[in-house]
């Protein structure tokens, strides 16, 4: 799989599980405030991926109050300022219709991802795809443009990650997919076919007490982003791993508050 690295850019823009920007290896960092429009623009620019997003979606998104002769007047002056900030005029393309962010000169994660996934040949390729992706893209960007990107990577993402841990089942290779489950957790916990793919597997090894701890996590979470209790699949899991402790004369395991997962190494 031919894929450029960030070194292969002089500007790497880190988006999933994080905001940063490097130029030339050195972080994009503020001694005052940071300027808030040039880099609300870049978010959204990031948000269309390379293709970029067009003038008038970003007046509507970015300058929802003004008419769209003065957006595209703003978006211009922004193009500006941001093209300062990042150093190079390049770095920003603008046509008639969109503006985007020059591949050539800049390498983003949430790119690199998809094109990542978008490639994979076998599972080693997919899984290392999928390491890109460390945490929801642009959390704190609220407009309609990042939102939509934003449920776009994250199927992405569990989509791969549970084709991935399907086949690994399949085979029997339960410990891989254990690790594979509690990377993809640690990233973005809020799927509960992941977590239930964990508690099957943590059943399967015997360890009933991991999946009565994967269970009140999921239920938690469940609780805390959807306002909903676990479905009927994942709760029977978590019976049948009580059930099979009792048939073994064993306590039943510890319910009390579940500890966080461990990291892949």
Same mark, same amino acid.
Do not use: N
């Given at each position: 799989m031919n894929m450029q690295s960030a070194n292969s850019r002089p500007i790497n823009i880190y988006t999933l599980g994080r905001f940063d920007v490097v130029l030339d290896g050195v972080p994009l960092r503020f001694v005052f405030k940071a300027p808030r429009k040039p880099l609300v623009l870049l978010k959204a620019l990031l948000s269309g991926g390379r293709a970029g997003v067009s003038q008038e979606a970003l007046g509507a998104a970015l300058w929802p109050e003004l008419e769209q002769w003065s957006a595209v007047k703003a978006l211009y002056a922004t193009v500006l300022q941001l093209r300062k900030l990042l150093g190079r005029k390049?770095? #920003?393309? #603008? =046509? @008639?219709?969109?503006?985007? %962010?020059? @591949?050539?000169? !800049?390498?983003?994660?949430?790119?690199? $991802?998809?094109?990542?996934?978008?490639?994979?040949?076998? @599972?080693?390729?997919? %899984?290392?795809?999928?390491? $890109?992706?460390? +945490?929801?893209?642009?959390?704190?960007?609220?407009?309609?443009?990042?939102? =939509?990107?934003?449920? *776009? %990577?994250?199927?992405? $993402? $569990? *989509?791969?990650?549970?084709?991935? +841990?399907?086949?690994?089942?399949?085979? +029997?290779?339960?410990?891989?997919?254990?690790?594979?489950? %509690?990377?993809?957790?640690?990233? =973005?916990?809020? !799927?509960?076919?992941?977590?239930?793919?964990?508690? *099957? !597997?943590?059943?399967?090894?015997?360890?009933s007490s991991a999946v009565a701890a994967a269970f009140l996590r999921c239920r938690a979470m469940l609780a805390r982003h959807f306002g909903t209790e676990p479905s009927a699949p994942t709760e029977k899991i978590y019976r049948e791993a009580c059930s099979n402790r009792g048939a073994l004369g064993l306590p039943p395991p510890s319910v009390g508050p579940a500890p966080e997962y461990a990291s892949m190494s």
């Open positions: 390049s770095a #920003v393309k #603008v =046509d @008639p219709a969109r503006v985007a %962010l020059d @591949p050539e000169d !800049c390498w983003v994660d949430s790119w690199a $991802f998809e094109h990542a996934v978008a490639e994979a040949r076998d @599972p080693t390729e997919l %899984l290392w795809a999928l390491r $890109f992706y460390r +945490g929801m893209f642009l959390s704190d960007a609220e407009h309609s443009l990042a939102s =939509d990107a934003r449920q *776009r %990577l994250r199927r992405t $993402f $569990f *989509r791969s990650v549970l084709q991935l +841990g399907s086949g690994y089942e399949r085979i +029997g290779d339960t410990q891989s997919a254990i690790d594979l489950y %509690l990377m993809a957790l640690e990233a =973005d916990a809020s !799927c509960e076919d992941v977590h239930r793919g964990l508690m *099957r !597997c943590l059943a399967q090894e015997g360890q």
